[in-house]
């Protein structure tokens, strides 16, 4: 099945850290810039970082930036979003998003076409 799969959610308090992995199944996430979007109840998903195919190429949303910190290991077909410094307004489930290998960044904030989405991980910071 083709699928992408995030991981690494979970409890923490504020000022705490969290990784979050998105692993791609049965496509090569190499071939795909990724993008990593929240959602928290009674709000709309919010993009927050991503990631071009190669790596070269990232983008974070004012919410996160210089506290999270997006990377990917195309040999493990994985993306991570290192999550530092983390706030209660962080709380949301994490999504992970493959989309097209060289423009899909420019245009994640604003709903670019995405190829996949994964099943989202819970991230609650609570004091």
């Known amino acids: 099945q083709l699928q992408l799969v995030e991981s690494g959610g979970g409890l923490v308090q504020p000022g705490g850290s969290l990784r979050l992995s998105c692993a791609a199944s049965?496509?090569?996430?190499?071939?795909?810039?990724i993008g990593w979007f929240r959602q928290a109840p009674g709000k709309e998903r919010e993009g927050i970082s991503c990631?071009?195919?190669?790596?070269?190429?990232?983008n974070y949303a004012d919410s996160v930036k210089a506290r999270f910190t997006i990377s990917r290991d195309n040999a493990k077909n994985t993306v991570y979003l290192q999550m530092n410094s983390l706030k209660p307004e962080d709380t949301a489930v994490y999504y992970c998003a493959a989309g097209e290998p060289y423009y899909y960044c420019s245009g994640y904030e604003k709903g670019a076409e995405v190829d996949y989405w994964g099943q989202g991980t819970q991230v609650t910071v609570s004091s």
């Open positions: 049965g496509f090569t996430l190499e071939n795909y810039s």
């Open positions: 990631i071009s195919s190669s790596g070269g190429s990232t």
